[in-house]
């Protein structure tokens, strides 16, 4: 017996420490709806949103470590009243038929002192340019939805880009150059 049990110490000293595994969490498309604001004429705030998006959150919060993939479908832009047709403005600039996508992917979260996520670093790519951009998490948190008991994390994400930094340049000064952009994430654990 103590022969077995001196065997099973060392084999757990050999092993090494025991690492969770991270926890990976995909984004609930009806709670996670990308809305985005800028200026128009100088005048007036507009905003305007995608109805589609998907994406997948890995998070190991014991190693502080994690990774988000986010991606919107361009032709479901959304900005309200005669911009939902294929010649509105909107779908011009988006290039929709060219470019069916908006994807941010990041492989570097930040952490503060109390292990929430604070802010995500990763490569944005619109109208196929891609550039590093580093966006603000605030709310973080993790727990059980109140109403279907899942396990979720959640937080609202910001960020500002400067659509020529992507090639899109039609109607600037009219339309502003900077965007400001506002994403709920709600996501279940898989």
């Known amino acids: 017996m103590k022969r077995r049990a001196a065997l099973v110490a060392l084999s757990a000293l050999l092993a090494g420490p025991v ?8 984004i609930d498309p009806a709670h996670s709806i990308p809305a985005f604001e800028f200026s128009h004429l100088g005048l007036t705030t507009q905003s305007g949103r995608f109805d589609k998006a998907k994406g997948v959150v890995v998070l190991d919060l014991a190693t502080r470590k994690g990774s988000v993939t986010f991606e919107i479908e361009t032709a ?3 900005m309200g009243f005669g911009t939902q ?22 492989d570097r979260l930040i952490f503060d002192n109390y ?3 604070i802010a995500a670093e990763g490569q944005f790519t619109m109208l ?6 580093r966006v603000i998490v605030e709310r973080f948190n993790c727990s059980a939805n109140p109403m279907n ?7 609202n994400i910001t960020a500002t880009v400067r659509r020529s930094d992507f090639g899109m340049v ?3 000064p009219a339309i502003s150059d900077e ?9 279940y654990k898989n």
């Open 76 to 78: 479901s832009l959304n």
């Open 19 to 26: 690492f969770a595994a991270a926890d990976s969490y995909t």
């Open 179 to 187: 965007v400001k952009i506002n994403v709920p994430v709600e996501a």
């Open 149 to 155: 008991k899942k396990a979720m994390c959640a937080g």
């Open 85 to 106: 047709t294929d010649n509105s403005p909107g779908y011009h600039l988006f290039e929709v038929e060219r470019y069916p996508t908006i994807t941010f992917k990041s």
């Open 115 to 117: 292990n929430n996520v």
């Open 128 to 133: 196929g340019v891609t550039k590093p951009l």
């Open 170 to 172: 039609r109607f600037i």
